[in-house]
């Protein structure tokens, strides 16, 4: 285990010479905050704490005499890094003489694991935690497979230089992630009788996340194709993604917000979706020979015209109108379809 600690120095008291310090275990501070981390203090003369105005932390108690502990209530890392919080330290005597000294709250960089696999995390503007890497992870009872008919997670693909090839290196696929159908997203194969109520749903994703729901991605995205009803949704120019000058949400403006988004591709009507970006369709060089359409995997259902479900499907497409790519929610059937999946953080 990691220990933070720091020596408080000595309180300069008649007799021996007193010594002090403060420290707690590193990994046991959450980086999703609104947790109590204990910290420990050492010392054989009176201390107080404090915390700077400007400093999310809530201390108790915050003074004390000899050994003892408080609890720190330690805010979200809404950063991209490691993020350290200050609090003041005094050691005293009943003389009057003291000590000051700075100590530091460490709070991780956020990040998931599931299975064996560390992903990125990016806090973004919705007020929701996202995944910034596409999932790679195989459930027990699954394995990858490279035949869309019979596979419900499939290997993720290449279309570089116009060829089309799988990609099964361990590297590559932690990169891309593997596609996946709804009945591997879910957990369950999709119906007419359960496609209403999915929303949120955990599926795939680990305790206290779920797939992304219509809404979590339209505060993203901000255009969708029509509702279950049929009425026409508004396009939201304040969407996260938007783009004010392109007039839409881009992939570009993801990325420039962290979300990273890979263009893995997609497979739809149980076939590989192989047509590739290329220079009359981007003008970003890094997306040129990617896939040209990547769907996102979405919990919200709505049932077709004759009574199929479906799922919205938030989707990556390029044209010359989208040069930097449009990012949009579609809808897609259940059947055939296998996608990329990105986990959100319940609120």
């Given at each position: 285990?990691?220990f ?7 309180c300069n ?15 046991d ?11 420990y203090i ?5 201390w ?6 400007d400093v999310?932390?809530?201390i108790?108690?915050l ?5 003892g502990?408080?609890?720190?209530t330690?805010p979200?890392?809404?950063t991209?890094?490691e993020l ?8 005293y005597?009943d ?21 064996e696999?560390?992903?990125g ?7 929701h ?6 999932l790679?992870?195989?459930p ?16 993720p ?9 799988l ?10 992630g ?11 194969y ?6 209403l109520?999915?929303?949120k749903y955990?599926g ?8 992304p729901?219509w ?15 049929g009425?026409?949704?508004v ?15 881009s992939v570009l ?6 979300f ?6 997609s497979?739809?009507?149980n ?7 290329n220079?009359?369709?981007?003008d970003?060089?890094d ?10 995997a ?11 479900p479906q ?7 390029f044209s010359?109108?989208y040069l930097k790519?449009?990012?949009s929610i ?9 996608v990329?999946v ?6």
């Amino acid at each position: 285990m990691a220990f933070a600690s720091f020596v408080l120095a000595s309180c300069n008291e008649l007799g021996p010479e007193p010594y002090g310090a403060v420290y707690y275990n590193k990994s046991d501070v959450p980086w999703d905050g609104q947790y109590q981390v204990e910290v420990y203090i050492e010392a054989n003369c009176n201390w107080q704490l404090t915390v700077p105005d400007d400093v999310d932390l809530v201390i108790e108690p915050l003074s004390g005499v000899g050994d003892g502990s408080v609890a720190v209530t330690v805010p979200a890392n809404t950063t991209n890094e490691e993020l350290a919080l200050p609090f003041g330290i005094k050691m005293y005597n009943d003389d009057g003489q003291y000590v000051e000294f700075t100590a530091q709250m460490y709070i991780p960089k956020p990040s998931l694991t599931i299975g064996e696999l560390e992903y990125g995390v990016v806090y973004l503007e919705d007020g929701h935690f996202w995944m910034s890497e596409p999932l790679a992870y195989i459930p027990l009872g699954y394995s990858a497979s490279s035949d869309p008919t019979t596979g419900s997670i499939l290997y993720p693909y290449s279309v570089k230089g116009g060829t089309f090839s799988l990609i099964k290196d361990v590297e590559e696929i932690k990169a891309n992630g593997y596609l996946y159908k709804p009945e591997a997203f879910l957990n369950m194969y999709v119906t007419a009788e359960n496609c209403l109520k999915l929303e949120k749903y955990q599926g795939i994703c680990p305790d206290g996340w779920h797939i992304p729901s219509w809404s979590d991605w339209y505060g993203l995205m901000g255009s969708s194709c029509n509702l279950a009803d049929g009425s026409k949704v508004v396009d939201n120019n304040k969407a996260i993604f938007w783009n004010s000058d392109l007039g839409y949400a881009s992939v570009l403006k993801a990325n420039e917000k962290g979300f990273n988004s890979v263009l893995s591709g997609s497979v739809l009507g149980n076939e590989y979706q192989k047509d590739a970006v290329n220079a009359s369709t981007s003008d970003e060089l890094d997306f040129i020979g990617k896939p040209a359409t990547t769907y996102f995997a979405c919990s919200t259902g709505i049932l077709s015209e004759d009574g199929e479900p479906q799922l919205f499907m938030p989707m990556a497409t390029f044209s010359d109108n989208y040069l930097k790519g449009r990012l949009s929610i579609g809808k897609a059937n259940c059947d055939g379809s296998a996608v990329q999946v990105r986990c959100v953080k319940n609120e």
